[in-house]
């Protein structure tokens, strides 16, 4: 868990923060950037989405098979999610499709792979940033500073041509309300500049997909540990959504909303593996948490992984997997805890995540996808729970699993 161990202390302070009511002032312009973007987010338009989810599921689904087929080892299914991942988002942010699981190699996937590869050393220098402010820490000539300045600047490249192709198409008459992709709104609402547009699609570009890809990579890891949850979510996914292998068909929002124990599945592994285990406020002004003075410029740190699995909040089963909790009356959103904010992975508030929405949808259909079509079993069985990473929780191993089709679907 990394640096995220140093922020798990008693439960009894964590508990403090199941409860936040941090008094800050708000900010004007995020919020204005955050109502901007708000209708690509909006309930209809991410049901509207479930096609392209369903579609990517298909086309990874096929192209995991043939790796499966020709090269009889393990896949790492880490990295395969990263890459539908990465091409969900690309469709819904951009508009146009990065091509990620036909290819490896292409320019986004392998920046990307550097990003990540480079990530421990380049955290371990910005601990620098605990004496000097990060930008001047950004500023020195470490390699993994040129590293990671020369990867953000080919994404930033890739993402005003994004730009400058839609503002081609809209200034054509082309019809934003038609595409609600990230692009065609933000480009439409009058809030952003290019500048500021093109470091808001590097943030829903990164945050988009890799988060995503962890929590689904997790997902598979859980479901191999857990054989019989497996064949039972197999079992219900079959008999309600339309076979992976019809192209003809695709899953609907309303056919896989209608899932219980797939949204089990998904909301008992965001709790007990959040992508993102740790994140920090500052407080703006002087204020109260749970009873304690939290002075004003203070920083908090909040920690959905202490807070999600709180004996305190949970129960005597938090530290376990079980989706059962999700399956009683009246717990299909809380799982049996006594608020929503007993479970912090995607926050709340004003700086919660606007894509909670997006990203729920895009799991439930990839998930069902490929555990619809495979039988899945860890290479390892031994394979530890490890994390790695600095922001989000990746597993360092890829999570090899052996991937087996499954007739009739």
């Known amino acids: 868990m ?20 941090l008094c800050y002032l708000t900010d004007s312009r995020l919020q204005r950037q955050r109502k901007g973007l708000m209708p690509v987010f909006s309930y209809r338009h991410v049901k ?34 990263g890459r539908v991942t990465l091409d969900v988002i690309s469709q819904a942010g ?15 996937v392998t920046t990307y792979r550097t990003l990540f590869d480079n990530e421990p050393p380049l955290f371990f220098w910005l601990n620098v940033g605990i004496w000097l402010p990060v930008r001047q820490a950004f500023s020195l000539p470490v390699p993994a500073f040129l590293q990671a300045k020369a990867c953000a600047a080919r994404i930033k490249n890739i993402c005003y041509e994004a730009i400058r192709r839609k503002r081609a ?35 829903f570009l990164a945050a988009g997909h890799e988060t995503t890809a962890s929590a689904l990579a997790w997902m598979m890891y859980i479901l191999a540990k857990h054989p019989a949850v497996q064949t039972r979510l197999r079992a219900e996914i079959r008999a309600n959504l339309p076979s992976l292998s019809d192209e003809s068909q695709t899953a609907t929002a309303a056919q896989v909303d209608r899932l ?44 959905p992984w202490g807070v999600n699995t709180s ?39 004003q700086r919660s995540c606007i ?13 069902a996808g490929w555990i619809g079509r495979f039988e899945v079993k860890l290479a390892d069985e031994a394979l530890p729970l490890m994390v790695d990473g600095y922001v989000t929780a990746r597993p360092p191993h890829g999570v090899p699993l052996i991937m087996k089709e499954v007739e009739g679907w």
Not at 5 to 18: A, G, P
Not at 96 to 108: R, T
Not at 336 to 342: H, R
Request: net charge negative; with cysteine; proline share 4%.
């Open 311 to 349: 004996y305190e909040l949970w129960g005597p089963d938090a530290e376990t997997f079980n989706p059962e909790r999700w399956l009683k009356e009246g717990q299909a959103n809380v799982g049996g805890a006594e608020s929503n904010y007993s479970f912090l992975t995607f926050l709340h508030g």
């Open 2 to 21: 990394g640096m995220f161990i140093l922020y798990v202390l008693e439960q009894r302070f964590l508990f403090l923060f199941s409860s936040i009511r």
């Open 260 to 303: 219980p124990y797939l949204n089990a599945v998904i909301n008992e592994t965001l709790r007990f593996i959040p992508p993102v285990p740790g994140t920090s406020r500052d407080a703006r002004r002087t204020t109260t948490l749970a009873g304690y003075t939290i002075p004003k410029g203070t920083r908090v740190f909040i920690v």
């Open 355 to 367: 894509g909670r929405d997006f990203a729920k949808g895009e799991l439930m259909c990839l998930l």
């Open 169 to 203: 198409v809209l200034e054509k008459g082309g019809d934003a309300a038609a595409n609600l992709d990230i692009l065609s709104v933000a480009l439409t609402s009058g809030v952003f500049t290019d500048d500021n547009l093109a470091d808001q699609l590097m943030t």
């Open 94 to 108: 951009m508009g146009y499709d990065f091509n990620a699981v036909g290819d490896p190699n292409s320019e986004i």
């Open 48 to 81: 509207d989405l479930y096609s392209v989810f369903w579609t990517k599921a298909r086309e990874s689904a096929d192209a995991i098979a043939l790796e499966a087929n020709k090269s009889k080892k393990p896949i790492k299914i880490y990295h395969w999610a």
